[in-house]
């Protein structure tokens, strides 16, 4: 049952990281970009791409972002901002359908 | 009724910001795709050019052949005083939709002019707040008040040039197929600080009342009090202005920073949406940052949450500023200058006509 649990968090993790690969393309072009990769030293970054950034994530991931969760560090790197979703939608985030 | 012919009231605030013609019987006598020969409708010219003048940009609504309405308007000699015109068969409330979009104002700002009763209920049902004027009623436009702006600054008379250089760029951003920042390296772009002096005080007070989205507190202030601040020892108030290879974007940001003995308090920042893409805002706090940090000062910032300015609550945020304390609809906001960003290599930057880099 616990490697079922692993695997299927794994799985998880990675759509989740794969929908966020997605919307970052219209911003960073075909550059591929690592995962722990800081995208605000990568190239140019400004609010309007931190605000869409934060609608995508409330759109997509089905929670609202309070002002005190609005540190740059939880949106800086694919990782940090899957992580971020991970701990906001509980044991089970729900990763909407385009 | 008043003037316009209407029973419309409109908010004393909401000056006219672009008014969309109609074409046929309206903005010339005749059908064109019925008649021989279409004839200008008396003092028409004059009109745009007025409007045009005054900073009121002009488009155009109309059930045309958008060839042949384009090539009467450049026989006529008026083509290019007209931006994002809607000339096809749709209904004309989704015609100024359109433009309203593009031109990125609310539809209270536009008045739509037209001969026919039925396009304009159309449009009055649709988009209620658009004010819409029948043709017959053209001749007191110019008297009307919401067509006078307060004051006309240089950049108010090229209002319209700026959108249509603006269209160019857009053009060559949608066709550059590299990297939306390597598209920004491509355009030489040059952001200029200077403290503001007699001559800009009518841009700052329009930029006040003008921008809502990228504006972190709303603070409005008269000519007389922004001549005082301009002038006070204690107080850094300083406006931005932007260019670049396809032209200039004209005074777009404004900061005003309160100093006191150890502690700067940054108390407006704003950049017009016009420059929406480009990053400024970042730029200007950045800017900010590291003049405190070379300085020695503390840095706080004031901050007033509206339902419109959230980009501008995460681009401070973002910097680095940090809430100390909440009352009521005003955030403090503190920076503990620790991580001082530098400027993007993609722009240029000048302080008083000095060049600076950070």
């Not at chain 1, 072009?29 to 995962?35: K, S, Y």
């Not at chain 2, 004393?12 to 200008?40: A, F, R, Y």
Request: with cysteine.
């Amino acid at each position: 049952m616990l490697i079922l649990d692993e695997k299927r968090e794994m799985n998880l993790m990675e759509e989740i990281k794969a929908k966020i690969r997605k919307f970052l393309v219209r911003f960073f072009g075909q550059r591929e970009l690592q995962d722990d990769e800081n995208l605000y030293e990568v190239g140019f970054v400004n609010s309007l791409f931190s605000m869409q950034l934060v609608t995508f994530v409330e759109n997509n991931f089905d929670f609202e972002i309070a002002n005190e969760d609005l540190d740059v560090k939880n949106f800086s790197t694919i990782n940090s901002i899957c992580q971020f979703i991970k701990s906001k939608s509980g044991d089970d985030p729900e990763v909407n359908q385009d | 009724m008043n003037s316009l012919g209407n029973n419309q009231q409109k908010a004393k605030s909401v000056k006219i910001k672009c008014v969309v013609w109609d074409l046929d019987n309206t903005l010339w006598n005749g059908t064109l795709l019925e008649d021989k020969l279409v004839t200008l409708k008396e003092g028409i010219s004059d009109l745009i050019i007025e409007l045009d003048q005054r900073g009121i940009v002009q488009s155009i609504a109309s059930k045309n052949n958008y060839e042949d309405a384009m090539n009467q308007l450049i026989e006529f000699g008026l083509y290019e005083y007209f931006i994002y015109p809607e000339i096809n068969w749709n209904q004309k409330s989704q015609m100024i939709s359109s433009i309203a979009k593009n031109i990125n104002i609310s539809t209270n700002a536009i008045a739509f002019i037209d001969d026919q009763s039925f396009e304009r209920d159309e449009v009055s049902y649709a988009l209620p707040d658009v004010l819409c004027i029948d043709a017959i009623h053209i001749d007191s436009i110019l008297d009307n008040p919401l067509f006078n702006p307060d004051y006309i600054t240089e950049d108010t008379k090229n209002r319209r040039k700026m959108y249509q250089d603006a269209i160019v760029r857009d053009q060559v951003e949608k066709e550059f197929t590299g990297n939306p920042d390597e598209f920004l390296a491509t355009l030489d772009i040059v952001l200029n600080i200077s403290e503001v002096m007699d001559g800009d005080l009518q841009r700052v007070e329009e930029l006040t009342t003008r921008t809502h989205q990228l504006n972190s507190t709303g603070y409005t202030y008269s000519y007389e009090e922004l001549k005082t601040l301009s002038q006070s020892k204690n107080h850094k108030l300083l406006i931005a202005s932007l260019k670049d290879k396809y032209g200039s974007y004209g005074k777009i940001g404004i900061i005003l920073v309160e100093c006191e003995d150890d502690t700067w308090t940054l108390k407006l920042l704003l950049v017009s949406c016009r420059v929406l893409s480009r990053g400024i805002g970042t730029i200007l706090l950045n800017y900010i940052i590291n003049e405190a940090k070379v300085e020695n000062k503390k840095l706080k910032a004031e901050f007033v949450q509206t339902d419109r300015n959230r980009i501008m609550y995460i681009a401070y945020r973002f910097a680095g500023f940090k809430e100390t304390e909440k009352n009521n609809k005003l955030t403090v906001f503190i920076h503990d200058l620790s991580n001082t960003p530098s400027l993007p290599s993609y722009i240029q930057l000048y302080v008083n006509d000095k060049k600076v880099i950070f």
